[in-house]
């Protein structure tokens, strides 16, 4: 199983609110208007991550899973600042999802089975730099199906749980 892969069913047992056998159960930071923080402590690695859900899906009779958008640091490994959606479908292989923050900056990312994230690490920082700055998030891209799929974040609580985050995990 690739790290990545790893990484997107671990999302999902967050987001479900159950953890891996292994794993500690992950503790709330805080609230933060549109943003949760969570950390999970596992002997001396952390992992801190803060999620939130689109406050709009286009097209709205589309019966989907879970849709989670997510930013994590783990202190192992020294990853910071990795951006990843589930989205509550498989997406259409070999497609790509477009994330667009206020209208003026783009990222584009891979797509994996329900999951996508950045094409290249490089544009972690760039994007949550952008996220952190920015209003709202509008993610598109198309299901397994055919079916084009946007989906509306707001971006407000972003920039202080993404403080929570970082202090929890260590990272500026």
Not at 18 to 30: F, N, Y
Not at 154 to 171: D, M, N, P, R, Y
Request: charged letters at 20%.
């Amino acid at each position: 199983m690739g790290v990545r892969t790893f990484f997107s069913l671990l999302a999902v047992f967050f987001m479900l609110g159950t953890v891996a056998a292994s794993a500690a159960a992950p503790e709330l930071l805080g609230r933060y208007r549109d943003w949760d923080a969570f950390v999970i402590s596992d002997g001396g690695n952390k992992t801190c991550y803060m999620r939130s859900v689109p406050l709009k899906t286009e097209p709205s009779n589309v019966k989907r899973g879970d849709i989670v958008l997510f930013v994590t640091h783990r202190t192992q490994g020294d990853v910071s600042n990795e951006v990843s959606i589930l989205t509550g479908y498989p997406y259409k292989e070999g497609s790509s999802v477009s994330a667009e923050v206020d209208g003026s900056t783009s990222f584009t990312l891979f797509t994996q089975g329900d999951g996508a994230w950045l094409e290249r690490a490089a544009d972690e920082a760039a994007m949550v730099k952008a996220m952190r700055a920015g209003q709202r998030l509008i993610v598109k891209g198309v299901s397994q199906r055919g079916t084009r799929t946007t989906d509306r974040y707001s971006l407000s609580g972003f920039t202080s749980a993404h403080k929570k985050i970082g202090t929890a995990c260590g990272v500026q």
